[in-house]
């Protein structure tokens, strides 16, 4: 099976608990049901998101997430072919950004726009070293 991984990042439109909450419920069903794992980092100004899976219905949840209008500005930061996924346990791990790597001012000055790839992969690595020192979900 060919596994593909896309990472992007996009700001929250409305941004509370509830919303939150929908995201992740609604990422987790349609998740279990595609067949794809990730990750999500969140805050109130950004998050970060890893979806990984089968190309084509990882392609077909990132088409799903850019027309959600619970946030805007959706950027793909990082997409291409992997050997083994990283996050296989969680439907969508929720990072409420303690692994978070920048403060809320570098997202204002625009640290997130200048990172590159492996400066967001590395964000994902992070938390999943962090996941693996942790018992399972």
Request: charge should be negative; hydrophobic fraction near 45%.
């Amino acid at each position: 099976m060919d596994l593909k991984q896309i990472i992007y990042s996009s700001q929250p439109f409305g941004y509370d608990n509830a919303i939150l909450s929908g995201i992740l419920l609604d990422a987790r069903r349609c998740n279990n049901r595609d067949g794809i794992t990730g990750a999500l980092v969140c805050r109130h100004d950004v998050f970060l998101q890893l979806l990984e899976g089968p190309a084509d219905v990882v392609d077909a949840a990132f088409g799903r997430i850019a027309r959600d209008d619970r946030h805007v500005n959706i950027t793909q930061r990082a997409s291409g072919p992997i050997d083994a996924r990283m996050f296989g346990n969680w439907d969508m791990l929720h990072d409420p950004a303690k692994s978070w790597l920048w403060s809320i001012e570098d997202i204002a000055n625009g640290t997130l726009d200048r990172a590159s790839a492996a400066d967001v992969q590395a964000v994902f690595a992070t938390l999943q070293a962090k996941v693996n020192a942790t018992p399972d979900p």
